[in-house]
């Protein structure tokens, strides 16, 4: 099983649509989850973290469920700027100054007009 | 402003040519991080390292030779043993549990 698992797409999606993305993480001992944006033949930039409780930004709504090990970002109301590869990301911490990043592969999102 | 910043942007390696890509952080971060993208793949890790002098492994270092002489630089070479080097080489870096910061990337080709 992969550490980071994530749907490929691309999702194809109309204006104004609400799509969501997946994610499934292996290793219980995960300790922070984030997921970032990466626009095509750029560098990753972090889109939020994903808390325990849920938390929102906008349009956009991250969830995290420890026990099932999986996490989702909603994003409502697409515009044609979330076209974009959305990565989910588990840190593995084991304490100390470094962490242990995982990727997962992606998922490609196009939002048509 | 802090950052992290990637030097050159784009890079030309002839067959058999060691080349060095630059990575320089002022966000006081400990941990930093070389990864490989390739066309429409995800990120693979290369070299990590966090604290000076001392560097490990990622899952995919052979053909790869890094340095951590200061906190703040983390030189990348790709030596001529890297077979298929033609890439796209993201720098990172981070402290913990915390999210990792990237720098804008090498594009690198081999001519």
């Known amino acids: 099983r992969k550490e980071v698992e994530q749907d490929p797409g691309p999702f194809n999606v109309p204006e104004g649509a609400t799509v969501a993305f997946n994610c499934t993480y292996s290793n219980s001992a995960s300790q922070s989850f984030f997921w970032y944006r990466q626009d095509c033949r750029k560098e990753p930039k972090l889109l939020m973290s994903v808390y325990s409780s849920g938390n929102e930004d906008g349009r956009f709504t991250a969830q995290l469920n420890r026990a099932s090990q999986y996490i989702s970002l909603l994003i409502r109301d697409s515009k044609l700027s979330d076209s974009a590869t959305y990565l989910c990301?588990?840190?593995?911490?084991?304490?100390?100054?470094?962490?242990?990043?995982?990727f997962g592969k992606g998922t490609k999102l196009s939002v048509k007009p | 402003d802090g950052g992290i910043t990637q030097s050159p942007k784009y890079l030309f390696r002839k067959e058999g040519q060691n080349v060095t890509l630059s990575c320089e952080q002022n966000?006081?971060?400990?941990?930093m991080y070389w990864y490989r993208q390739d066309p429409g793949q995800g990120l693979r890790l290369i070299y990590y390292s966090q604290i000076v002098n001392d560097f490990q492994k990622g899952d995919i270092a052979e053909g790869y030779s890094v340095s951590r002489e200061k906190k703040e630089s983390f030189p990348l070479t790709v030596t001529s043993a890297q077979k298929n080097p033609t890439a796209f080489y993201l720098c990172?870096?981070?402290?913990?549990?915390?999210?990792?910061?990237f720098g804008q990337g090498t594009r690198l080709t081999v001519v």
């Open positions: 966000l006081n971060h400990d941990a």
């Open positions: 990172a870096c981070g402290t913990g549990p915390d999210e990792a910061f």
């Open positions: 990301v588990v840190n593995l911490y084991y304490g100390g100054s470094q962490g242990n990043l995982i």
